[in-house]
Structures are given as structure tokens and as C-alpha cells.
Nanobody, 122 residues
């Protein structure tokens, strides 16, 4: 059993940067691979980035490569998403996920946070 709480969302101008944090509690040793997803208004939830348990491997959707960085600090039970050069179309609720399984990148996650709103103004 794992609980996830996201923070760091807010309003940012196009071209700006935001750093999201996700703190895990509970059985944190079972979080394994973690990821970030987002859901924009009127669109389906989409995968953004994933990181394995040690942080040695990362994976990104093509549209964010070179601009976003996922990282984790297991001593703090926290995963981060650094987002640079943000675009208005990336306005969305961003969700943290943990307990990735089934391969790499993980096709399934067992735990989800409530999400944090990121609004990118044009």
C-alpha cells in the first residue's frame, strides 16, 4: 500500500519552467518504477516520463524529450519532474504513479496520486 501526494503545480508563462514533486508514503520499498502522466482538457490521459527504482533508467514520450527531466531521491521517498520550455498545449493535470510493472517502460502502475494542475499561459 502506497500513498502519493503531488505538489509544485501552478500558473506559468509559455517558455517557463516548473518542478513537480511527488512524495510517497506507506510501503515505499514497493514503489519500484515510477512515472508521470498528464491529462489535458478534452483529451485522454497520456504518458510523460518513467524512472526505474534506482534512477539509472529513464524514458520519455517524444514530445518532451530534451525539455523534461524525471529524477528520484529514494532517501526522501520523492520523485521529481523538471519541466522546461513549457508550451500552452501542455496545460494539464499532472499525475504521479508508482508501482510500475509488466516491462520497461512499465505498461501498468498500481498506485496513483490525486494530481496537480499545471497551467501554461500564452
Amino acid at each position: 500500500q502506497v500513498q502519493l501526494v503531488e505538489s509544485g503545480g501552478g500558473l506559468v508563462q509559455a517558455g517557463g519552467s516548473v518542478r513537480l514533486s511527488c512524495v510517497a508514503s506507506g510501503r515505499t520499498y514497493s514503489t519500484a518504477s515510477m512515472g508521470w502522466f498528464r491529462q489535458a482538457p478534452g483529451k485522454e490521459r497520456e504518458f510523460v516520463a518513467a524512472i526505474n527504482w534506482s534512477g539509472s533508467s529513464t524514458y520519455y514520450t517524444d514530445s518532451v524529450k530534451g525539455r523534461f527531466t524525471i529524477s528520484r531521491d529514494n532517501a526522501k521517498n520523492t520523485v521529481y519532474l523538471q519541466m522546461n520550455s513549457l508550451k500552452p498545449e501542455e496545460t494539464a493535470v499532472y499525475y504521479c504513479a508508482a508501482g510500475g510493472r509488466g516491462g520497461w517502460p512499465p505498461p501498468k502502475y498500481d498506485y496513483w496520486g490525486q494530481g496537480t494542475q499545471v497551467t501554461v499561459s500564452s
